[in-house]
């Protein structure tokens, strides 16, 4: 199995920037990609940004330019380095693995536990 624990997160005025931290453990040589995802309230949740382990990245297009996702591997570790936040940032962030790893006929997908980022206007 993997697991994902998330760090950094709070209340930021606009404007202003947070990194988030999500660290894997367990059988990380099965993670396929990782990303972020966020849900604001009474919202689906939606992507944000994945990293494959080739290093390619995907953004959505309000994010771009302003968030920036990375890795770690030394440290098994994905960062998201948001700056330029917005009030419209705020949501509940979801760190994700895609794993090869077969579970009931599909992949396994893994989540951490989510940390809120606020920004204040």
């Known amino acids: 199995q993997v697991q994902l624990v998330e760090s950094g997160g709070g209340l930021v005025q606009a404007g202003g920037s947070l990194r988030l931290s999500c660290a894997a453990s367990?059988?990380?040589?099965?993670?396929?990609?990782m990303g972020w995802y966020r849900q604001a309230p009474g919202q689906p949740r939606e992507l944000v940004t994945v990293?494959?382990?080739?290093?390619?990245?995907n953004y959505a297009d309000s994010v771009k330019g302003r968030f920036t996702i990375s890795r770690d591997n030394a440290k098994n570790t994905v960062y998201l380095q948001m700056n330029s936040l917005k009030p419209e940032d705020t949501a509940v962030y979801y760190c994700?693995?895609?794993?090869?790893?077969?579970?009931?006929?599909?992949?396994?997908?893994?989540w951490g536990q989510g940390t809120l980022v606020t920004v204040s206007s």
């Open positions: 994700n693995a895609d794993t090869n790893l077969p579970i009931g006929g599909r992949y396994l997908e893994v």
């Open positions: 367990g059988m990380i040589e099965r993670i396929m990609s």
């Open positions: 990293i494959t382990t080739d290093g390619s990245t």
